[in-house]
């Protein structure tokens, strides 16, 4: 099995620092132009599915796979990004910003966030599904920067430094997992 794990392009808030969280913010003209550039990336690669966040800057990105690949989106709630709550359109603050929010092992639940290791353990289930779902096939699953950490983990385990943002991905960017069903 293989799954592509792709980031949505780019969004004004990405561009300002701004928690996005749910927020269902559209892609801006360089976002469009990176979905567009992401899109090409699977030209001459077989996909079998593609399940996408049910937010619009997730779902305008698997548009444009979806127009290279012939494979029509399947939205999937949990590859939804993390609940940024009160911190959802405002600035990183001293008191709760993205280092704060990122700690694993702190696991801070403060300003109505949803909780690191929470993100996590929903992650992991839906992937569980993913892969029970759609043994032996090409998946590509279009998410979100918080989303994409959690699985890096659910394949790779957390970093040793416990450096969430040093797996993150870029918007566009496209990350290539196997798996091997037994």
């Known amino acids: 099995m293989k799954i592509y794990v792709i980031r949505h392009g780019q969004t004004d808030y990405n561009v300002k620092n701004i928690f996005q969280g749910r ?11 990176q979905a567009e550039e992401t899109a090409k990336k699977f030209k001459n690669i077989h996909i079998d599915v593609i399940l996408v966040s049910p937010l619009i800057r997730a779902k305008e990105t698997a548009k444009y796979i979806s127009e290279v690949t012939g494979v029509k989106p399947i939205v999937e709630p949990g590859l939804i990004e993390r609940n940024f709550g009160d911190m ?16 694993y092992d702190k696991n801070y639940n403060i300003c109505n966030v949803e909780p690191i290791q929470s993100l996590f353990k929903r992650v992991f289930s839906c992937m569980d599904g993913i892969i029970e779902k ?49």
Do not use: W
């Open 134 to 182: 759609y043994k032996d096939k090409s998946v590509v699953l279009v998410t979100h920067a918080g989303v994409a950490q959690a699985i890096d983990c659910y394949f790779n385990g957390l970093p040793a430094n416990k450096d969430l943002e040093s797996i993150a991905l870029k918007n566009g960017e496209v990350r290539k997992y196997i798996v091997n069903n037994k």
């Open 88 to 103: 959802e359109g405002k600035s990183n603050r001293e008191d709760c910003n993205m280092k704060i929010l990122l700690d």
């Open 23 to 33: 927020k269902d913010i559209p892609l801006n003209n360089e976002g469009i132009k």
